[in-house]
Structures are given as structure tokens and as C-alpha cells.
């Protein structure tokens, strides 16, 4: 149970920062859907009794890793501006 409730958080702040990003999110990173980044948000802090496991892992698992490659570029991108 602790490892699900420390996934969740984090994605939490994933969703949150992409939130606060707006728009940038997507001008930064393209490649993303941060449409369905933000509403993940949305499920896991309204409606987290309702939380599918699969789809968490799956995320972890299958998407999570281009996103991270995605910003990484991105930040490195912005450094040399």
C-alpha cells in the first residue's frame, strides 16, 4: 500500500506541474498528451477510491519514461537559450 500511495503522489506532482505549465507544457514538449497528463490529476486527487490499477501501471511503466526524456530534453534545450 506504500508503494501505491508514493506512485500516486508523484504522479500527482507530474499532473500538477503540468497543470501549472498551461500551455508552455505543450510549446516545451510537444510529444505529450498533456490533456490526459492533467486530467490523470484530476482523477487521482478526486477520485482516487475509483483508481484502476492496470492503467496506473501501465503509465508508470510504458508512458512515464518518454515523458521524463521528453522534459529532459526540453530543460537541456532551454539551458542553451
Known sequence: ?????????CLERIC???F???ERA????PNQPWGDIRGMGN???HAYDRINLDILWNTVQDRLPSLK?????ALRNLSQC
Open 1 to 9: 500500500m506504500l508503494r501505491r500511495d508514493a506512485v500516486e503522489r
Open 16 to 18: 500538477e506541474a503540468a
Open 43 to 45: 482523477r487521482l486527487r
Open 26 to 29: 505543450a510549446e516545451l514538449v
Open 69 to 73: 526524456a521528453d522534459a529532459e530534453q
Open 20 to 22: 501549472r505549465l498551461g
